[in-house]
C-alpha cells in the first residue's frame, strides 16, 4: 500500500510560480510511473503531467506545455511539480497519482493510488 499526500498549493496571481510537492509512504516511489491531475469545480478531473519511474520519459496535457515541469527524486520518495506563468484556468485541486502495471499516462484509470489533493487557486 502507498500514501501519497501532495503539498505546496495555495492562493496566487497570475504569472506566478508554484511547486507541488508528492510525498509518498509505505512504499518507495522507485518502480511506480506518477502522475498528476487537476479537477476544476463543476468538471471532471483532467490529466495534467506524467513521469515514467525513472524519470526518463515525461507527458504534458498541451495547455501546460513549457508553463509545468514534472520531477522526482526516487532517493527522497517524492515527485514534484513545478507551475510557472500559472494562469487563472490552472485554478483547481491538484492530485498526484502512482500507477503500476498497464500505465497510460493520461488515463486516470490506470493509476492506483491517490493522494487527497492540494488546493491552487490563481487570481487575475
Known amino acids: 500500500q502507498v500514501q501519497l499526500e501532495e503539498s505546496g498549493g495555495g492562493l496566487v496571481h497570475a504569472g506566478d510560480s508554484l511547486r507541488l510537492s508528492c510525498a509518498a509512504s509505505g512504499r518507495t516511489l522507485r518502480s511506480y510511473p506518477m502522475g498528476w491531475f487537476r479537477q476544476a469545480p463543476g468538471k471532471e478531473r483532467e490529466f495534467v503531467a506524467a513521469i515514467g519511474s525513472r524519470g526518463l520519459a515525461t507527458y504534458y496535457v498541451d495547455s501546460v506545455k513549457g508553463r509545468f515541469t514534472i520531477s522526482r527524486d526516487n532517493s527522497k520518495n517524492t515527485v514534484n511539480l513545478h507551475l510557472n506563468s500559472l494562469k487563472p484556468e490552472d485554478t483547481a485541486v491538484y492530485y498526484c497519482?502512482?500507477?503500476?502495471?498497464?500505465?497510460?499516462?493520461?488515463?486516470?484509470?490506470?493509476?492506483?493510488?491517490w493522494g487527497r489533493g492540494t488546493q491552487v487557486t490563481v487570481s487575475s
Open positions: 497519482a502512482a500507477s503500476q502495471n498497464d500505465w497510460n499516462p493520461r488515463i486516470p484509470h490506470s493509476y492506483v493510488y
